[in-house]
């Protein structure tokens, strides 16, 4: 069964960096795409960028751009998203989540890394 | 960008009820919306996909229609299960964007 596991939670000072990991299995890694997706405490869903794990092309949310990166190891079938500068606002749970077949939703979901910066 | 409305923001109401749920996309996103529900603590997952296509494994209860600018979510006979929060997404134009979800709870 497909199956999306992430990195565990992380704690972080201001102006540091985290890199969340998401490793998947059941399915042919190479044949679709991750986003990653994520979520402040008590808000709604917030998309932050896009990676083919086909070729490694991103897609990033303007916002975010020059901040995160977003890469693959098709060797572990695994998706990792690295975000730098992080500030208070960056606190959320990160999910990332698979392509569905025709690319127009997500059909399966990490189970979610929160992320907390604080001083 | 699209921007995805939706409402109402919640919608209380008994097992057994009719939930109808609404996304108004700010342009055309043709039928490309789907549909998510996220209980507290977990990931959301898809129910609908393609503005009317149930997701597989998702109950027959639950339906999508729309296109253009007006969708609707219906869970035609509420479960205990089913209150949750329900977001509409696109991705047919870039950024793909979330609307701001319907809190569906219990009266």
């Known amino acids: 069964q497909v199956q999306l596991v992430q990195s565990g939670a992380e704690v972080k000072k201001p102006g540091a960096s985290v890199k969340v990991s998401c490793k998947a299995s059941?399915?042919?890694?190479?044949?679709?795409?991750i986003s990653w997706v994520r979520q402040a405490p008590g808000q709604g869903l917030e998309w932050m960028g896009w990676i083919s794990a086909y070729n490694g092309n991103t897609n990033y949310a303007q916002k975010l751009q020059g901040r995160v990166t977003m890469t693959t190891d098709t060797s572990t079938s695994t998706a990792y998203m690295e975000l730098r500068s992080l500030r208070s606002d960056d606190t959320a749970v990160y999910y990332c989540?698979?392509?569905?077949?025709?690319?127009?939703?997500?059909?399966?979901w990490g189970q979610g890394t929160l992320v907390t910066v604080s001083s | 960008e699209i921007v995805l409305t939706q409402s109402p923001a919640t919608l209380s109401l008994s097992p057994g009820e009719r939930a109808t749920l609404s996304c108004r996309a700010s342009?055309?996103?043709?039928?490309?919306l789907a549909w998510y529900q996220q209980k507290p603590g977990q990931a959301p997952r898809l129910l609908i996909y393609?503005?009317?296509n149930r997701a597989t494994g998702i109950p027959a209860r639950f339906s999508g229609s729309g296109s253009g600018t007006d969708f609707t979510l219906t869970i035609s006979s509420l479960e205990p299960e089913d209150f949750a929060v329900y977001y509409c997404?696109?991705?047919?134009?870039?950024?793909?964007?979330f609307g701001p979800g319907t809190k569906v709870d219990i009266k």
């Open positions: 989540a698979r392509e569905a077949h025709g690319g127009q939703s997500y059909d399966y």
């Open positions: 393609d503005a009317s």
């Open positions: 997404q696109q991705r047919s134009n870039w950024p793909e964007t």
């Open positions: 342009q055309s996103v043709s039928s490309y």
């Open positions: 059941g399915y042919t890694f190479t044949s679709y795409g």
